[in-house]
């Protein structure tokens, strides 16, 4: 990982190192007189646990992330029928997706994160929706992401499916042609919006409830990472102190035998000194 830009070492970092480096850059910045610059790094939010693991699948199995890509591509030219057997690379895609959400786990494992089954499933979305889009925005967000990317939408998967990428104002003429005829069959239903209103709302607030319950799961995980730590920790230490307390009763054994050996020798001693006074 040669020639990094200050940002992109930030992202390369084990995460509890994370705030503390983006301050101190932030701080390098203001100090150069890069004050503009030096905000936005201030405001740089810290990667959740699981953004941070596929961020490090990028900076560190590059190979493997790069077959990924690559494959997701030929998945998209597949299925608009210009080449290449589709099963198969959706096949040999999701091998390489599971090989990385693996590696992902390990990374988590070793820094101390939990690495639980929503943990990976959130790892194998982030994947999937990444390597879906187009190479220009896989560039840009690839190895920098702050947070988890949602599921693999309608428009996301039609470009994985159809190997062509989302055409906004077309999707938008279309849209706009469909109102003008639906305009000129029918006029507008007050209580139709109103429940179309009450819809949005409810994905509003379901969606906020979903954000709200994955941070409370993330700091569960993290809650249980480090009770899992301590009680390695005081397990390690009790083991040491049974092993001392073994070696102290050996101890204690050994001088209790010497005890009674310089007694008999003493007694013996005293014996002798008293037949020697008799005979005299």
Do not use: C
Not at 40 to 63: C, D, G, I
Not at 101 to 126: N, P
Not at 190 to 203: D, L
Not at 273 to 280: H, I, K, Q, T, V
């Amino acid at each position: 990982m040669k020639n990094l830009s200050d940002i992109d070492a930030l992202f390369t970092l084990p995460l509890a190192e994370f705030t503390a480096a983006r301050n101190a850059l932030a701080m390098r910045l203001k100090k150069a007189g890069r004050a503009d610059e030096a905000q936005q790094v201030k405001e740089m939010t810290k990667p959740s646990a699981t953004a941070w693991a596929v961020n490090q699948l990028y900076w560190r199995h590059r190979r493997d992330f790069d077959r990924l890509v690559a494959i997701s591509e030929k998945v998209r030219h597949a299925q608009s029928g210009k080449g290449g057997d589709p099963r198969a690379l959706v096949e040999e895609r999701r091998k390489l997706i599971s090989g990385l959400a693996s590696a992902a786990a390990e990374l988590l494992t070793k820094e101390g994160h939990a690495a639980s089954i929503d943990a990976q499933r959130r790892v194998i979305t982030t994947l999937e929706s990444l390597t879906a889009r187009d190479s220009s925005s896989i560039e840009e967000h690839a190895g920098r992401l702050t947070a988890d990317l949602e599921p693999l939408g309608f428009d996301s998967l039609a470009e994985l499916l159809q190997g062509a990428p989302h055409q906004k104002a077309k999707v938008l003429d279309f849209a706009q042609g469909a109102k003008k005829k639906q305009r000129t069959k029918e006029k507008p239903d007050p209580e139709a919006e109103r429940a179309a209103r009450a819809r949005a709302e409810a994905v509003k607030r379901a969606e906020a409830a979903v954000s709200t319950a994955r941070r409370e799961a993330e700091h569960a995980e993290a809650a249980a990472a480090k009770a899992e730590a301590q009680r390695d920790a005081l397990k390690q230490e009790k083991e040491e102190i049974e092993v001392r307390y073994s070696a102290a009763i050996a101890e204690a054994r050994t001088a209790a035998g010497e005890v009674k050996k310089t007694a008999r020798t003493l007694a013996d001693a005293e014996r002798a000194l008293a037949r020697a006074r008799n005979e005299r």
